[in-house]
């Protein structure tokens, strides 16, 4: 559960991060082509909330309905890496 609780809480912390980096936008992009163009965007506080939430939504109940305590930390590398690969995106994306 602390590592759950700790996953949570840098996810929160990246978005907030980011959410002051990237203030000056109200729509995020949200989904990348190959190429590296945008098919859709979201407002900023949605876009930078989704990981977070839904990491929340994958983790907690893990927890608690898991008998393989080895999946909570693939699960949070997992959602961490994700998180981070998307605001990495949208910083490379907001460049251009």
Same mark, same amino acid.
């Not at 991060?17 to 990348?32: C, I, K, N, T």
């Not at 859709?40 to 949605?46: D, E, F, I, M, N």
């Not at 909330?49 to 927890?63: D, G, H, K």
């Not at 393989?68 to 949070?76: F, G, N, Q, R």
């Given at each position: 559960?602390?590592?759950?609780?700790?996953?949570?809480?840098?996810?929160? &912390? @990246?978005? +907030?991060?980011?959410?002051?980096?990237?203030? #000056?936008?109200?729509?995020? $992009?949200?989904? *990348?082509?190959?190429?590296?163009?945008?098919?859709?965007?979201?407002?900023? &506080? @949605?876009? +930078?909330?989704?990981?977070?939430?839904?990491? #929340?939504?994958?983790?907690? $109940?893990?927890? *608690?309905?898991?008998?393989?305590?080895?999946?909570?930390?693939?699960?949070?590398?997992?959602? +961490?890496?994700?998180?981070?690969?998307?605001?990495?995106?949208?910083?490379?994306?907001?460049?251009?």
């Amino acid at each position: 559960m602390i590592l759950t609780a700790i996953t949570l809480l840098v996810l929160v &912390a @990246l978005s +907030l991060a980011a959410d002051s980096r990237f203030r #000056a936008y109200d729509l995020l $992009p949200m989904q *990348f082509g190959p190429t590296g163009g945008v098919g859709w965007s979201a407002p900023r &506080a @949605l876009a +930078l909330s989704f990981m977070p939430v839904l990491s #929340a939504l994958m983790m907690i $109940p893990a927890v *608690f309905l898991t008998d393989d305590p080895s999946v909570i930390p693939i699960m949070a590398i997992g959602c +961490l890496v994700g998180h981070l690969l998307h605001l990495g995106l949208i910083a490379r994306h907001l460049r251009r």
